[in-house]
């Protein structure tokens, strides 16, 4: 049987991290990966999906500026920059970084065999200090009466890497994955219909935010209807038919289920430990699994938060633990209150909470809002283009608790405002960060100006 300091099961970015980390420190590290290195995000989530929007997001922009001639998309060469993305569904620029840190990857599906020991493809290997489970998720599939029958339906993993633009999306779900694919498919040639059962999409963010976005997507010609439950789903021919609670239909050629997802635990060995197979693993703020202090748990499947960025984070945590550097999450800007952005055209970036989370959480809070471009960088950036930005601020302890921003390419705005609610930065410090001019980055000074600051 072979021996590693540290078996890593999962090899997406969560266990690629806790893998690296771990491997530069000097231990002896396998990592177990049954498909391609990278993960969920790299080949079929976040970084083929960002490559569909951007061109249009760029046209966009583009047609805010007096003087630049534009025109349409070219969508063969969109799908071929995508494919380029994604190194063509293929992980041989993964290995050299694996290699170099002496990490010995088993191409084989990981699963628990018992305390410290791991089935990894065909043998099974022992580790001497810990185990970490970094598996990822799986879409959801709610009871929707013929859901099960529809032959080709899509989840994110089609609808990222699709070879054709479908002339009829049907997109069940307004959540994240539904938003963005609806913007992507429908700028590339789509008529998308997007059902959702909430009364609005994206209703984990601020109102205004959802309703910009909304008014986006309908202005580019997407078919939004929100509160309208899907409850059937028929095939007949090429045509698939969505009937929803209130009795209405829409038709299309393809089907996207975009309804969430979860923990990929099913088939990890959890029983082999005591542990309840099927749902999220439960962790402590070192990521550690309670009674099983050599059994780590990273990532998505952990159910914290569904984040890239935040399982990245998770997994430095964990390997720092593993080494014995004792970090524990003690700020406000994790779990469900971690950074954000949805990358449609306005951009959605959010860190902390909302006013809703926040009543929520019985803090007494001031609301100051400003245009994200009203001011002078706005005269160059995002020109005429809607977008608010919403500082949350702790009445009593005159600390940013919360920060929405919408606009034209505002995803790296975001970070300032992580900055200051992690680091719990007073207002009256803040007035001494002083954004560089003509940036957009002074709407920072409406928020000290409307605070009294």
């Avoid at 054709?164 to 959540?175: A, D, H, K, S, T």
Wanted: contains cysteine.
């Amino acid at each position: 049987m072979r021996s590693f300091d540290v078996v890593v099961i999962g090899a997406g970015p969560a266990g690629e991290v806790a893998a690296g980390r771990l491997g530069e420190r000097g231990l002896e590290v396998a990592l177990v990966e049954d498909r391609l290195v990278g993960g969920e995000c790299a080949y079929w989530a976040c970084m083929p999906s960002k490559a569909l929007l951007r061109p249009y997001e760029a046209l966009a922009e583009a047609r805010r500026i007096p003087g630049v001639a534009t025109g349409g998309l070219d969508v063969p060469a969109v799908l071929a920059r995508r494919d380029e993305v994604i190194h063509g569904l293929k992980d041989d620029a993964q290995l050299p970084w694996i290699e170099k840190r002496g990490i010995t990857l088993i191409r084989g599906h990981g699963r628990l065999a018992g305390e410290r020991r791991v089935i990894a493809g065909d043998e099974e290997i022992e580790a001497r200090r810990a185990v970490m489970l970094a598996g990822g998720s799986v879409p959801l599939f709610p009871p929707i009466e013929g859901l099960d029958a529809i032959e080709g339906a899509w989840t994110n993993r089609e609808a990222t890497t699709a070879s054709e633009i479908p002339g009829r999306l049907l997109i069940v779900g307004g959540g994240v994955v539904g938003a963005e694919m609806a913007q992507a498919f429908q700028s590339l040639g789509s008529q998308v219909v997007l059902v959702e059962g909430e009364r609005r999409l994206l209703p984990q963010e601020e109102e205004y935010a959802c309703a910009q976005m909304t008014e986006s997507l309908t202005s580019l010609g997407v078919d939004i209807r929100t509160g309208q439950k899907a409850t059937k789903l028929t095939q007949h021919g090429g045509t698939i038919t969505v009937t929803t609670a209130d009795g209405n239909t829409a038709q299309a050629d393809v089907l996207l289920v975009a309804l969430g997802r979860k923990p990929s635990t099913e088939t990890l060995g959890l029983e082999t430990v005591g542990l309840q197979p099927g749902g999220p693993v439960e962790v402590d703020s070192r990521m550690r699994v309670p009674g099983h202090p050599w059994l780590y748990a990273i990532g998505d499947i952990n159910g914290r938060v569904p984040f890239t960025h935040m399982g990245k984070y998770q997994a430095r945590l964990a390997a720092d633990c593993v080494l014995g550097h004792d970090h524990t999450l003690s700020h406000g800007a994790d779990g469900p209150l971690s950074p954000r952005v949805i990358f449609t055209d306005p951009q959605i970036a959010a860190v902390g909470h909302t006013t809703e989370t926040a009543a929520e959480a019985g803090l007494e809070i001031d609301v100051y809002d400003a245009e994200t471009s009203g001011n002078a960088g706005g005269s160059f950036y995002g020109r005429g283009a809607p977008g608010t930005a919403r500082f949350l601020v702790d009445r009593e302890r005159r600390i940013l608790v919360g920060c929405t921003i919408t606009g034209s390419e505002i995803a790296d705005f975001l970070h300032a405002a992580t900055i200051a609610i992690v680091g719990e930065v007073p207002l009256e410090r803040l007035r001494h960060a002083v954004p560089a001019f003509p940036t957009r980055s002074e709407i920072w000074l409406r928020l000290l100006e409307q605070a009294g600051v």
